[in-house]
């Protein structure tokens, strides 16, 4: 069984910053991409950040020279450096990750997410 946890969310004034991070657990052979998805309040979920196990990158438009998506494959684990913060940005932040066990099934894999909310 895998999983993965994240944690970091917090109320913030609008302009500043958090780090969200996000680790994965459990019978782990391999993660491939992993990912960041956020649910702002009344709305449907969207994707923030996603990153390759080679480190490559995409980011949604509203965010990108904001937020910065990174990992640790030794701590098996994501982070999203999140600047600039903006009310809009309010939302349940939630951690995706590709696991690969060691059967080699691969198992699509979110978290329970965690709250980020920015005061105006």
């Known amino acids: 069984q895998v999983q993965v946890a994240e944690s970091g969310g917090d109320l913030v004034q609008s302009g500043g910053s958090l780090r969200l991070s996000c680790t994965a657990s459990?019978?782990?052979?391999?993660?491939?991409?992993m990912a960041w998805y956020r649910r702002p309040p009344g709305k449907q979920r969207e994707l923030v950040a996603t990153?390759?196990?080679?480190?490559?990158?995409n980011y949604a438009d509203s965010v990108k020279g904001r937020f910065t998506i990174s990992r640790d494959n030794a701590k098996k684990m994501v982070y999203l450096q999140m600047n600039s913060l903006r009310p809009a940005d309010t939302a349940v932040y939630y951690c995706?990750?590709?696991?690969?066990?060691?059967?080699?099934?691969?198992?699509?894999?979110w978290g329970r997410g965690t709250q980020v909310t920015v005061s105006s």
């Open positions: 459990g019978n782990i052979f391999n993660i491939n991409d």
């Open positions: 990153i390759t196990s080679d480190n490559d990158t």
């Open positions: 995706n990750a590709m696991i690969v066990g060691y059967g080699l099934s691969v198992y699509d894999t």
